[in-house]
């Protein structure tokens, strides 16, 4: 295959990518001139301004990674349609997200200044000590998650293109670290609007190209309803048992919520019609690309008809063979798909990861022992960190100690494990306290961990259950025996609190009456 | 709309989102496994396929746009983005001392918020611990 006509559209994207980037970045130029509040603000939330259509789409692009394009259609190669059945649960991502957490979040970002979510655990629990677990949390679960994409983006690339892995990886690798540290989160969110938009053009166009060579639609299905005719099966012969379908329901159908890559996106809109807008696009856009990409995958088993030896024995093959026997040009435009989900994730765990090093924890210790720093060490350190933490990244990228991947590998339900309560609980229950924050991330995580590790899996479930029970019951338990959190804390949360401080002030003052007449 | 009453629409608004996502689980049940009792097939897909997820998915767009128009409401930011920040003078509540952000300590009459930081300082002790 031609190199050079598939690299033309790649490269294309690429110079698109930074350009947009690089004009976006100025909005951080004004916002550095009117003090450091107002560029970590612009560098980290993108100064709350996000619109309702590219809020859907960054979404949407930061939770679609490089698996949802090349490992979930190579799953639905082999699996067929239950495979579809099983991805369309993501569904609820946006209602759960934006409909459950959204304005809740947004408000009392708005009301406490937030720029972080940990800047909210820190408010609403009164904990150092559990913001800055959250930080390290965060920080190591979203760099190892962030490795592995770089990955899996480059052995993609090198699959398709024929390039060698380390070509690939430097492409996108290092343009996606320079336009995260130059754009911000406004740059961040606009260049995953467009990467969203290209996710969509590049299914479209590698299905009518998949569709075009297994001779129309109804041939394929024909031929797969003879052929394999497990394939149509919402069991698929025993390959997809009702566990699995309900372990998926918890792990990626409502528990995503709790990630924190996609919660900081409710704290960076710009009007609750933006929020309502996002909410329906969202919904539209997830589902036709969870659709869309992994019915590729199961149509591919019309046109990819050897076994999986043939394949090089690994479903994550399935989908770089389809396009690489598209003509040049088709799958240079096809590979761009891949590529966007994988640097749109990239760029949106940077940035959450560089903000819970930079302000969660480094800025936030400077304040507390009441050292200053002047605006120009903030842009600089915020942008250092971002850029360090990138390259780090890419570097390990290029050989990945072992460890990585077993972090990677918790990395999904670790988050889930740890913030699932903490949020949801945080902001709709009262007596959610530190105590029970704390108990929660620590039991959550280390429990998940430990049942991932051990291969503890309840009833064939996946060990998702269990991080998110012992949370709960940590939670439950610590909130029990903890201090409850003052209530003027709790009137930035619950309309109750403000209820409650109504009726103590009703009782004040039928105390302090009859002294008053007494006085009188 | 106060910030008391923002409140109370968004928790109307999480519960109405919760009980979609319910609705969803239970659509996604029948329409997929209750569907695949039939050995039915249209357009060449069996319908437990079509309905599992074509109309799984067309159920939730159908359930945003109306959490969208008929139970979420449309409100300002106007209190919470001017900085006024009504709820949280407490003094030992400060809500976001660190990182730029230079809250006055409650002790000094306001909590500023939005003011100019050539060089930031916080008020110690933002929370209990």
């Not at chain 1, 698929?236 to 995503?256: D, E, F, H, K, T």
């Not at chain 1, 933490?389 to 991947?405: E, N």
């Amino acid at each position: 295959m031609s190199s050079l006509a598939v690299l033309a559209p790649v490269l294309l994207f690429m110079a698109v990518m930074l350009l947009v980037s690089a004009v976006l970045s100025r909005a951080q130029g004004h916002a550095s001139q009117k003090g450091s509040s107002h560029f970590l603000s612009e560098y980290f939330i993108g100064s709350r301004s996000l619109g309702g259509f590219v809020l859907a789409m960054t979404t949407v692009a930061t939770y679609s990674s490089v698996s949802s394009f090349v490992g979930g259609p190579g799953q639905a190669w082999e699996i067929g349609f239950g495979w579809i059945y099983m991805s369309v649960v993501q569904v609820t991502m946006l209602i759960l997200l934006l409909g459950v957490l959204g304005k809740k979040l947004a408000l009392a970002a708005r009301q406490i200044n937030a720029v972080t979510i940990i800047d909210i655990i820190r408010h609403r629990y009164q904990s150092d000590l559990l913001a800055t677990l959250s930080a390290v949390i965060i920080v190591i679960f979203l760099c190892a998650t962030m490795i592995a994409q770089f990955v899996g983006g480059a052995k993609l690339f090198e699959a398709v293109t024929g390039l060698p892995y380390l070509a690939g990886l430097a492409l996108f690798g290092l343009s996606v670290v320079v336009y995260t540290t130059v754009g911000g989160f406004r740059g961040v969110a606009v260049t995953d609007a467009v990467c969203a938009v290209f996710m969509l053009a590049g299914m479209v166009v590698l299905l009518a190209g998949l569709l075009q060579q297994g001779g129309g639609f109804a041939a394929i299905m024909t031929d797969l309803a003879s052929r394999k005719p497990e394939l149509l099966e919402p069991l698929s012969a025993g390959q997809m048992p009702v566990s699995l379908y309900i372990s998926q329901w918890v792990l990626v159908g409502l528990c995503v919520l709790a990630l924190p890559q996609s919660a900081v996106r409710c704290l960076s809109y710009e009007s609750t019609r933006s929020l309502h807008r996002a909410l329906v696009i969202g919904t539209v856009v997830i589902g036709a690309m969870n659709i869309g990409m992994n019915l590729i995958g199961v149509l591919s088993a019309g046109v990819l008809t050897d076994d999986l030896a043939a394949y090089g024995g690994s479903i994550d093959n399935i989908i770089p063979r389809l396009i690489a026997s598209m003509s040049p040009l088709v799958a240079g435009f096809c590979i761009i798909g891949p590529i966007a989900a994988t640097i749109s994730t990239i760029s949106s765990l940077l940035l959450a990861a560089s903000s819970s090093l930079v302000k969660d924890i480094y800025l936030y210790e400077l304040g507390r022992r009441g050292l200053p720093v002047s605006g120009r060490r903030v842009t600089f350190l915020s942008q250092g960190c971002t850029l360090l933490l990138g390259l780090a990244s890419f570097l390990l990228s290029i050989d990945p100690p072992s460890v990585i991947w077993k972090i990677n590998m918790f990395a999904f339900g670790g988050l889930e494990s740890a913030f699932l309560w903490i949020f949801l609980l945080g902001l709709f229950w009262k007596k959610a306290n530190r105590t029970g924050g704390l108990a929660a991330i620590c039991g959550g995580t280390l429990s998940y961990c430990l049942a991932m590790l051990w291969g503890i899996r309840p009833a064939g479930l996946h060990p998702i259950v269990i991080g998110i029970a012992v949370s709960l019951i940590c939670f439950l338990a610590g909130s029990r025996l903890g201090q409850s959190v003052s209530p003027a804390v709790l009137k930035c949360y619950f309309a109750s609190a403000w209820e409650d401080g109504d009726r103590e002030d009703g009782k004040q003052a039928a105390t302090a009456g009859p002294d008053r007449q007494g006085q009188a | 709309m106060d910030y008391r009453h923002k409140l109370q629409q968004a928790d109307r608004e999480a519960r109405a989102s919760g009980l979609a996502a319910l609705a969803i689980i239970v659509f996604w049940t029948l329409a997929g496994f209750g569907a695949s009792l039939f050995d039915v097939t249209l357009f060449h897909v069996p319908l437990w396929a079509l309905a599992g997820c074509l109309g799984t998915w067309l159920f939730a767009i159908v359930l945003c746009v109306w959490l969208a128009r008929r139970v979420f409401r449309n409100f300002d930011w106007e209190d919470e983005a001017a900085g006024r920040d009504p709820v949280c003078r407490e003094e030992g509540t400060a809500a976001v001392p660190p990182a730029g952000q230079p809250r006055a300590l409650p002790a000094q009459g306001h909590a500023s918020g939005q003011g100019e930081d050539a060089s930031m300082t916080c008020p110690r002790g933002g929370t209990h611990e």
